[in-house]
């Protein structure tokens, strides 16, 4: 069974810099987009960031677009999701997943009956505060 593992959260100052990696157990996954979604204490999901199959697509959400970036390599299984100039508003629970569709809006992902149906990985926490 394909596994997502997040990792690199952590607590930061507004205006600092932090890279989460999305790792998967397979390769099969290169053949799926990869989501980031987050979750603010007592907020639903948000979409964050998305990106295609192979990696020439990719999506943001209006509140993250020209201070986040997402990339993945495919010879390590893994998504990146570069995060410069973090606000407090940023804070949340950091979510990798698939819908198992190649597909990736550039407005970044949304949730959708295909996520409900997907794969998740365990979240990583992010807090930016001073």
């Known amino acids: 069974q394909v596994q997502l593992v997040e990792s690199g959260g952590g607590w930061v100052q507004p205006g600092g810099s932090l890279r989460l990696s999305c790792v998967a157990s397979a390769s099969t996954l290169r053949s799926y987009a990869i989501s980031w979604f987050r979750q603010a204490p007592g907020k639903g999901r948000e979409g964050v960031s998305c990106?295609?199959?192979?990696?020439?697509?990719?999506g943001y959400a209006d509140s993250v677009k020209g201070r986040f970036t997402i990339s993945r390599d495919n010879s390590k299984n893994t998504v990146y999701l570069q995060m410069n100039s973090l606000k407090p508003e940023d804070t949340g629970v950091y979510y990798c997943a698939t819908d198992w569709s190649s597909r990736c809006s550039s407005t970044g992902p949304s949730m959708s009956a295909g996520f409900s149906l997907g794969r998740w990985g365990q979240g990583t926490q992010v807090t930016v505060s001073s």
């Open positions: 990106v295609g199959s192979d990696d020439d697509i990719t």
